[in-house]
DNA sequence: GCGAGCATTCGACTAAAGTCGTAGACGCGA
DNA sequence: TCGCGTCTACGACTTTAGTCGAATGCTCGC
């Protein structure tokens, strides 16, 4: 059997240090790699055959969770594993209840890395509590309910709304994307509908609690 | 001498609470109350003796550490205590970090809350590390100079930022203030000014850093 | 093949956001 | 009392955001 893996990093290093933490465990892998949201998407567009996504919680536009909850809503087939420097228990919990189906500490040894990367590439399921995750489910309903939105994305509106989320305006995401002004704002009208926001500002607000301490999620905003 | 104490919490049962836990400890209190953001400003403003506020982290509109931010920042003679539900190490770093005075437990005794409350009335300082906050200063920058942003808001702008951060569009600011569209566009025009903000999203996405896990901040979004 | 449904794209139009200049009210120091 | 600065407020104007309808292409099932 031959593995592809995707690794999502941000930071060329980092990316060939798992490779290199990988390379013993996981013989008959090949790994593709991806340093932003947008080249995490053109991979998956272009490469049909990958069979497990390494995806850094902190990539550039801070919303990691966003893309967490987006790859498990529409490629629910897809395994993620989360890769993040911070692995308090809190974070750990909030991609467990994402669907990732394992969490890599970076300041784990190549060897741990590389035993919890062979499980899930032969199938095995993870176990929470050994990951130091105390499941408290009704504090991460707002978040998977939040994560269903996000999952009815298509892949070029997750890509605007990746944009929204750094604070950009329609000009902008139009000439980043190579589209025109029009067609992002009618991906935005899109978007809108989809997550249940009135405006952008309230898009972003939405997008906020997916990074909030789950202690601080209030409940939704009144729509008036 | 006679102290007047602001209580200001969205809970009227709580507020009656905590005047009866501070009963007994401050005999010599006289207590005023409010409920909301605005009605806070507008006690601030007609009352010009309050010797202490004792703030809920969480009022509606969730944004509690900016409340906190603006009020040390513009009065900083004015001593605010925190009052939160929630009271992890990291939430007490962050108030004391923006100038809290203290922090009190919405789960301590009456007899702990009516000491503190005292000490604070009394002038003496607060010590951090008795109330369980390890002060890492490289974390709370961001913080900080985000603070300083906040501070330079006046009161009015306040209130139209307060609305900012709960989605509003200026339509509905301008009814709830009762002035015209035209005016809170003004004040939001200034508003961005004093944060650096290009737009309105960017500045929720700034005012979003201030309830951030602070292991999630990141460095400032690019401006183009 | 062929129509249904969806993603993507765009132009035209309306609504909202943001800028600029201006004016009155207020406090404060010369 | 007279500036001087600041807060607040507003109208006119430009820019940005958002909606609607429509065209293209693509997949999937019949």
Do not use: W
């Not at 993870?126 to 939105?149: C, F, H, K, N, Y």
């Not at 902008?172 to 249940?196: C, D, F, P, Q, W």
């Amino acid at each position: 059997m031959n593995y592809q893996v995707l690794i999502v990093d941000d930071h060329p290093l980092f990316r060939a240090a798992l490779k290199g933490a990988l390379a013993s465990a996981c013989t008959d892998c090949e790994f593709l790699e991806a340093d932003s949201v947008p080249s995490l998407f053109d991979a998956l567009e272009h490469q049909q055959n990958i069979d497990l996504v390494l995806l850094d919680l902190n990539l550039p536009g801070a919303h990691g969770f966003c893309v967490l909850a987006h790859l498990r809503g529409s490629r629910p087939e897809l395994p993620v594993m989360v890769v993040s420097a911070t692995d308090d228990p809190r974070t750990v919990r909030h991609a467990l209840a994402l669907g990732a189906q394992g969490f890599l500490s970076k300041s784990a040894d190549a060897a741990t890395i590389g035993r919890d990367v062979g499980a899930v590439l032969r199938g095995e399921p993870v176990s929470a509590t050994a990951l130091g995750a105390s499941l408290e489910p009704e504090a991460d309903e707002a978040m998977l309910d939040l994560a269903q939105r996000l999952a009815q994305l298509t892949a070029q509106q997750f890509r605007v709304f990746g944009m929204l989320c750094l604070g950009r305006v329609n000009k902008n995401i139009a000439y980043e994307l190579e589209i025109t002004e029009a067609t992002v704002k009618a991906h935005m009208t899109s978007i809108l509908r989809k997550l249940g926001a009135a405006n952008r500002t309230q898009a972003v607000l939405l997008a906020g609690r997916l990074v909030l301490d789950p202690q601080q999620i209030r409940p939704p905003p009144e729509e008036d």
